[in-house]
């Protein structure tokens, strides 16, 4: 068995993004194996079971992966991941993967996708609400897809954003009030919010959502209303039902399940689109183990390599 480390050495986005739309393609036509997250709550966070079988990349296995948010207060990145691969003939463990910073890249790759199906622009004035590691990965992914003329940002500590700013000057970068931003042409929001922090009458016609920030019960970025003006793509329904930003709208009885206008997946493969230039489209994200899987199949042909003895 081998353990990679540094395995985000070397990856380039368009590769990463190109793998995880192929692993959306075959979602969209039920051609993995893939159970819903298992969560596991902590005193001051969770964790994440995440298994699947992807046999177009003939690679199976699975990633564990917590979320703290006090952790940059202690040193520690607020999301951390390992990734088991196995052989899919005996099932012998044959790879264990740092996948931190992966989770990073194929949650960016998967909003990259997203807007490359659902921006009714190629050329984008681009709105990001957070400044952590996941808006980055946003940035970086969807700048591989799109044209970005401007990005806007909102964070809460104007530190963060100067720092965020500095990281993508080759664009033109400012920021702006948490409105001001959602006048975008996408937006991107990446927070651990558990109330709605976009209100609907910010967002006007024709754009699109990346809502990364949700991925656990009880959390929501968007206003409630706003998603019944729009249309909701979803990566996978019974992860989003329960985790996803549609989570608390639906337990709550304002936001129907049945609304879902599809999945990413389905989107991909052309079976289902947005509706028009003026429709206000939503990717509801909440991380998928194919995902995981596919820029796993990449990672292993980079980084350091340690040879552990197994069984």
Same mark, same amino acid.
């Given at each position: 068995?081998?353990?990679?480390?540094?395995?985000?050495?070397?990856?380039?986005?368009?590769?990463?993004?190109?793998?995880?739309?192929?692993?959306?393609?075959?979602?969209?036509?039920?051609?993995?194996?893939?159970?819903?997250?298992?969560?596991?709550?902590?005193?001051?966070?969770?964790?994440?079971?995440?298994? +699947?079988?992807?046999?177009?990349?003939?690679?199976?296995?699975?990633?564990?992966?917590?979320?703290?948010?006090?952790?940059? +207060?202690?040193?520690?990145?607020?999301?951390? $991941?390992?990734?088991?691969?196995?052989?899919?003939?005996?099932?012998?463990?044959?790879?264990?993967?740092?996948?931190?910073?992966?989770?990073?890249?194929?949650?960016?790759?998967?909003?990259?996708?997203?807007?490359?199906?659902?921006? $009714?622009?190629?050329?984008?004035?681009?709105?990001?609400?957070?400044?952590?590691?996941?808006?980055?990965?946003?940035?970086?992914?969807?700048?591989?897809?799109?044209?970005?003329?401007?990005?806007?940002?909102?964070?809460?500590?104007?530190?963060?954003?100067?720092?965020?700013?500095?990281?993508?000057?080759?664009?033109?970068?400012?920021?702006?009030?948490?409105?001001?931003?959602?006048?975008?042409?996408?937006?991107?929001?990446?927070?651990?919010?558990?109330?709605?922090?976009?209100?609907?009458?910010?967002?006007?016609?024709?754009?699109?959502?990346?809502?990364?920030?949700?991925?656990?019960?009880?959390?929501?970025?968007?206003?409630? $209303?706003?998603? %019944? %003006? +729009?249309?909701?793509?979803?990566?996978?329904?019974?992860?989003?039902?329960?985790?996803?930003?549609?989570?608390?709208?639906?337990?709550?009885?304002?936001? %129907?399940?049945?609304?879902?206008?599809?999945?990413?997946?389905?989107?991909?493969?052309?079976?289902?689109?947005? $509706?028009?230039?003026?429709?206000?489209?939503?990717?509801?994200?909440?991380?998928?183990?194919?995902?995981?899987?596919?820029?796993?199949?990449?990672?292993?042909?980079?980084?350091?390599?340690?040879?552990?003895?197994?069984?």
């Amino acid at each position: 068995m081998q353990y990679y480390t540094d395995t985000d050495m070397g990856l380039d986005f368009r590769q990463v993004n190109l793998a995880v739309e192929s692993a959306f393609a075959d979602h969209g036509r039920g051609l993995v194996q893939m159970p819903p997250k298992v969560y596991v709550t902590l005193p001051y966070g969770d964790f994440r079971t995440m298994p +699947a079988y992807l046999p177009s990349l003939a690679i199976a296995g699975v990633k564990i992966v917590n979320v703290h948010p006090d952790n940059p +207060a202690k040193g520690y990145p607020t999301v951390m $991941a390992l990734t088991v691969i196995l052989d899919i003939e005996t099932g012998r463990p044959t790879a264990v993967i740092n996948a931190t910073r992966l989770t990073d890249m194929r949650t960016g790759a998967a909003g990259a996708v997203a807007g490359k199906y659902l921006s $009714a622009r190629k050329e984008i004035v681009l709105g990001v609400i957070g400044t952590g590691r996941q808006a980055q990965a946003q940035v970086s992914a969807i700048s591989r897809e799109l044209s970005i003329r401007q990005i806007k940002i909102w964070g809460r500590k104007p530190e963060h954003i100067r720092r965020f700013a500095d990281r993508f000057m080759d664009f033109p970068c400012r920021e702006s009030s948490i409105e001001d931003t959602c006048d975008c042409d996408v937006l991107v929001t990446t927070t651990p919010s558990r109330t709605p922090i976009i209100r609907s009458e910010w967002i006007h016609e024709g754009t699109h959502i990346n809502a990364i920030g949700a991925d656990a019960p009880g959390k929501e970025e968007l206003d409630p $209303a706003l998603l %019944r %003006r +729009a249309q909701v793509f979803v990566d996978d329904p019974v992860q989003a039902i329960h985790s996803g930003e549609v989570n608390v709208p639906i337990s709550q009885g304002m936001y %129907r399940a049945a609304d879902i206008a599809g999945t990413l997946g389905e989107v991909v493969i052309g079976t289902k689109k947005r $509706a028009g230039p003026d429709t206000i489209t939503i990717f509801d994200s909440t991380g998928l183990a194919i995902q995981d899987l596919a820029i796993a199949k990449i990672a292993m042909q980079h980084g350091k390599i340690i040879d552990l003895p197994f069984p």
